[in-house]
């Protein structure tokens, strides 16, 4: 079994930066990505960003590029989230998942262990 938990939200102001974190526990030997995602009241999930552990590749959604980054540390099993320029819209629950399979990916159904989430609160 495979263990997430999120941590590292809180409440900014618009502009701010905020850094999420994931780390894994348990037997995570058969995990191969890791994404980033967030759920709005009232809104569907969202994937936001995904990376593959030990090869380095990520993938953004559009709404997130070129102001989040996704990296990973591997010796401690723990990935991360750096979240800048953040406004009022990207208040929302976020949520960390794992998984198995090749590549990585923005579908939630491509992950089998969640996280209970981390709340992110952006005022203006």
């Known amino acids: 079994q495979v263990q997430v938990v999120e941590s590292g939200g809180g409440a900014v102001q618009a502009g701010g930066s905020l850094r999420l974190s994931c780390a894994g526990s348990g037997y995570t030997n058969n995990i191969n990505r890791v994404g980033w995602f967030r759920q709005a009241p009232g809104k569907e999930r969202e994937g936001l960003a995904a990376t593959i552990r030990f090869g380095g590749d990520t993938y953004y959604s559009d709404s997130v590029k070129g102001r989040f980054t996704i990296s990973q540390d591997n010796g401690k099993d723990t990935v991360y989230l750096q979240m800048n320029s953040l406004n009022p819209e990207d208040t929302a629950m976020y949520y960390c998942?794992?998984?198995?399979?090749?590549?990585?990916?923005?579908?939630?159904?491509?992950?089998?262990?969640w996280g209970q989430g981390t709340q992110v609160t952006v005022s203006s």
């Open positions: 998942a794992a998984g198995g399979g090749v590549g990585p990916t923005l579908s939630q159904y491509g992950y089998k262990y």
